[in-house]
Nanobody, 117 residues
Framework: QVQLVVESGGGLVQTGGSLRLSCAAS????????MGWYRQAPGKQRELVAD???????NYADSVKGRFTISRDNAKNTLYLQMSGLKPEDTAVYYC??????????WGQGTQVTVSS
């Protein structure tokens, strides 16, 4: 199966630190897709962190407003999540989602973000 969505940029960071996640997606679908970042902590359900439409409209979970910024670069076929002011409760596996319902809904393999206290 062709891997259409690939995340990178996770890692270990101290409380208050910053990380930038990247998600590369297939050029044939990137610019027309709505995209988002989700996360799943151990023992919890996957939740929306932030999303961005093909037209650039953004939406954030209340828990990350003012700390995280989602953006997209259609020329580079890449989605970003700039995370600052990280907290231990931000620790999770972060997933990139690329969709154009009802045509397709793709997920990446996830990247681990760990925030130490």
């Amino acid at each position: 199966q062709v891997q259409l969505v690939v995340e990178s940029g996770g890692g270990l960071v101290q409380t208050g630190g910053s990380l930038r996640l990247s998600c590369a997606a297939s050029r044939t679908i990137f610019s027309i897709s709505d995209m988002g970042w989700y996360r799943q902590a151990p023992g919890k359900q996957r939740e929306l962190v932030a999303d961005i439409t093909s037209g650039g409209r953004t939406n954030y979970a209340d828990s990350v407003k003012g700390r995280f910024t989602i953006s997209r670069d259609n020329a580079k076929n890449t989605l970003y999540l700039q995370m600052s002011g990280l907290k231990p409760e931000d620790t999770a596996v972060y997933y990139c989602n690329v969709q154009k319902i009802p045509l397709y809904n793709y997920w990446g393999q996830g990247t681990q973000v760990t925030v130490s206290s």
